[in-house]
């Protein structure tokens, strides 16, 4: 019975979660169990992805990443895949009728990753995190909304801004590591081997002002998924405040996180908020 074989590949999704995003599975855990598996189906397409392109150094990645869209491909229009992860994904795209073209957009992105190491335009890498973040965001709209259009384009902006922000505390959390191991500059006009303080600052205004645009959204989430995707915001958002008080040449040098006990603390207070309709 396929039944057998989706719980299986659901319970892949689920492992791949939790070994690469502990913060990330926690705020799932934050959801409704109606929708909690959809989302870790989502993340781990997302992931896979992301792995190919990022880590896989010692293999051709092209080639990898080219046998990974020629099983979406079929995993989307057969409904069926011997890949778990593909698997899993199909079943929630269907369950939720995500569109292909958001789909393809973050597969361009990801591609893009294989040949491009710098982006000097606004409009770059405005297509770039379209694609690898807000359609993501999008991805998971569908299935917080279940079906309602009219609340899915109404919550859509939103829930693309607080994807673009959650990208881009990433890049800057991350910059050590995508400048010095993979050559990457995803920040237009910024020099980043010599990143100064008044640079630092512009790139975290940006990224203050699409996590306004995305908690209007959050506050405007169903029931079922305001509270997870809230202790993700607030994660992120205390990402950001260590990145802001982190002087640029320590960024440059470290991989800023924030320590476990803090995690807690940080549960906590969106529980409270949450109990008290703060959100």
């Known amino acids: 019975m ?9 319970d892949c999704s ?3 979660t939790k070994a690469y995003s502990t913060s990330f599975s926690t705020a799932v855990k934050m959801l409704a169990p109606t929708i909690r598996q959809d989302i870790y189906n989502i993340y781990g397409f997302v992931r896979f992805a992301d792995e190919i392109v990022d880590t896989f150094h010692e293999y051709d990645k092209e080639v990898l990443f080219s046998q990974f869209e020629n099983d979406l491909a079929l995993a989307l229009s ?3 895949s011997l890949n778990p992860i593909l698997n899993s994904f199909q079943h929630t795209v269907h369950k939720y009728n995500i569109p292909n073209e958001l789909i393809a957009a973050f597969m361009k992105s990801m591609k893009l990753d294989l040949v491009k190491t710098k982006y000097t335009t606004v409009e770059e ?8 973040a807000d359609v993501v965001g999008l991805m998971c709209l569908k299935v917080f909304v279940n079906g309602d259009v009219a609340k899915y384009e109404a919550l859509k902006n939103s829930a693309m801004r607080l994807g673009s922000a ?3 505390v990433n890049f800057l959390r991350d910059l050590k590591a995508d400048f010095e191991d993979l050559s990457r500059t995803y920040f237009p006009n910024t020099d980043l081997s010599c990143l100064d303080e008044a640079s630092k600052q512009q790139i975290i205004a940006e990224i203050q002002a699409d996590f306004d645009a995305g908690f209007e959204g959050i506050q405007k989430l169903p029931i079922e998924a305001k509270f997870g995707v809230y202790t993700a915001y ?10 802001n008080k982190t002087p640029s040449l320590e960024i440059k040098n470290t991989r800023i996180r924030v320590p476990d006990h803090q995690k807690v603390g940080l549960l906590a207070k969106c529980y409270l908020n949450y109990k008290l309709n703060i959100i």
Do not use: A, M, P
């Open 234 to 243: 607030i994660y992120y958002k205390k990402l950001l405040s260590k990145l």
């Open 78 to 80: 057969q409904k069926i």
């Open 14 to 16: 689920v492992k791949v």
């Open 125 to 132: 890498y405005n297509e770039y995190i379209y694609g690898s």
């Open 166 to 168: 959650f990208q881009k």
């Open 2 to 10: 396929k039944s057998i074989f989706d719980h299986v590949s659901f």
